[in-house]
């Protein structure tokens, strides 16, 4: 997978800006652009300038000037990538990039490939895998909780983590193996009552890291949040008044919402992934029908479930559909809110409240509001965030957020239990063995200690150009 070629691309966002930043990386970058950069300074050429500088000077293209420009210059291997590496900082004019790359690429360099330049950095060991793809989390952030779990993974966190449990199992087949050199002397170098405790204590660290991924998760894409209900309860209005833009078609006809619409805000620094169904309700409607079982789907999958109770409907109505709910979800992921809450009192609304959680046999949390008025969103907001159980996270915290990560922990949670299970059980130490290496292989699977091609091009092709 990795050439020598040199490498090019502008790292700055698509279209017009102030200036833009076109990143170079190879063994041949400085002589690449020195062919096409003028220093304003005659007596400093790029080819002797030193690592860590700043260079002022033009690009030409021939006798034609192109744009004054800034150069970074980096030296190998003290670079992002390992490689003599420059930045070229331009004007942010689509010309003058599109110029500047045509004249790089005449030079003798090519254009980068999605993601190449963190690749180049993973190959030359400027870091690991799962750092390598933290750099895309990082990129993607959008709250407080998504960056510091990205940062913490790019320095290496989750890394040393895993590095310190793979010493140990590394030290745990060595001792295995060394066994089988004397197998007729019959002789045990491992205490296999030490092994076990720390087979044991390995196996808490795995478990903890995989079933942090729920939390991670959660973090990543957004703690999704359905909105259910009856047709007309609101439950459009309530997405509009969260995300405060007309996302859903609002309207007194009964059945609008026919499919499910999707969208994220971040509250207090937590991600939520809301999904408006469609409105549950008795017809003949083959479309609408449709649009009801996606509703029953996306509230099955949902960490929080909104039921949205229009004030004025009839109790009885209410319970049978609550019945309903409770019948394909855990009631501590329910949220009843009562919308519409501006047509009666806080007296009937109580009454009405306990009426239904009385029948349902749940001591299920409520809230009154009004999405059209926008009476009580603040609350519900409030309410959000703590049926999250989104923990704070420190810069320190190892949380996985990657499924790949994840199922090469499943994975290697699977191994390390077969290999307790032949310690307890007295297997041969061969076979033991083969388990432990195992459990080796699926870690290094996520540093990249062990990383097939086709996983590392899978994984860079999702980078953006010039990173």
């Known amino acids: 997978m990795y050439t020598t070629d040199t490498i090019c691309a502008v790292s700055t966002a698509p279209g017009v800006g102030g200036v833009a930043v076109i990143r170079v990386s190879g063994k041949d970058t400085i002589d690449i652009v020195a062919r096409i950069f003028r220093p304003f300074n005659p007596n400093k050429s790029l080819l002797t300038q030193k690592a860590y500088t700043l260079s002022y000077g033009t690009i030409h293209k021939g006798d034609e000037q192109i744009d004054d420009v800034l150069i970074s210059l980096f030296r190998a291997p003290h670079s992002f990538t ?34 190449e330049f963190t690749q180049r950095a993973f ?15 990082l990129i993607a952030s959008t709250s407080a909780a998504t960056h510091r779990l990205a940062l913490s993974q790019m320095r290496g966190g989750f890394s040393k983590e895993l590095g310190k449990l793979r010493l140990e199992l590394l030290n745990f087949v060595s001792l295995m193996e060394l066994e089988l050199d004397f197998s ?18 390995i196996k808490t660290i795995i478990r903890r890291l995989a079933d942090s991924f729920s939390v991670g998760n959660a973090v990543k894409n957004g703690v999704p949040v359905a909105i259910i209900g009856e047709t007309n309860a609101g439950k ?45 309700r008795e017809t003949e409607d083959t479309i609408e029908s449709i649009g009801i079982q996606r509703s029953f789907s996306k509230m099955e999958q949902a960490s929080i479930v909104l039921w949205m109770i229009d004030s004025s409907s009839e109790t009885d109505a209410l319970i049978a559909l609550g019945e309903n709910i409770l019948n394909r979800i855990d009631p501590n992921r329910l949220i009843l809110v009562f919308n519409k809450a ?62 790949r990560h994840y199922e090469a922990l499943v994975n290697a949670l699977q191994a390390i239990n077969r290999v307790i299970d032949g310690l307890t059980n007295g297997i041969s130490g061969d076979f033991v063995s083969q388990d432990i290496r195992e459990c080796m292989f699926y870690l290094g699977e996520i540093t990249g200690d062990i990383s097939p091609d086709d996983v590392l091009g899978n994984i860079f092709k999702n980078f953006c150009i010039g990173k």
């Open 82 to 115: 390992g490689e003599n590496t420059i930045e070229i900082t331009c004007h942010g004019s689509v010309y003058i990039q599109q110029q500047i790359m045509q004249l790089l690429i005449e030079n003798g360099s090519r254009t980068a490939h999605p993601g």
């Open 123 to 137: 190959l030359n060991g400027k870091m690991d895998l799962s750092q390598a793809e933290a750099v895309a989390d």
């Open 184 to 201: 007729e002397e019959e002789v045990e170098f491992a205490d296999r009552s030490a092994l076990l405790t720390l087979a044991d204590d």
């Open 236 to 280: 459009s209005t309530l997405l509009n008044a969260l995300l405060n833009e007309e996302k859903a078609i609002v309207s007194d006809i009964h059945g609008t919402t026919r499919d499910v619409i999707e969208d994220t805000i971040t509250l207090q620094g937590v991600s939520f992934r809301f999904i408006d169904t469609a409105g549950i």
């Open 342 to 403: 501006d047509l009666l009192s806080a007296d009937e609304l109580r009454e009405k409240a306990e009426a239904l959680t009385d029948a349902l046999g749940n001591n299920l949390p409520y809230l009154a509001i009004s999405a059209k008025n926008g009476l009580h969103i603040a609350q519900l907001e409030q309410k959000l965030v703590e049926a999250s159980h989104i923990p704070e996270i420190g810069q320190n915290d190892v949380i996985v957020t990657n499924m």
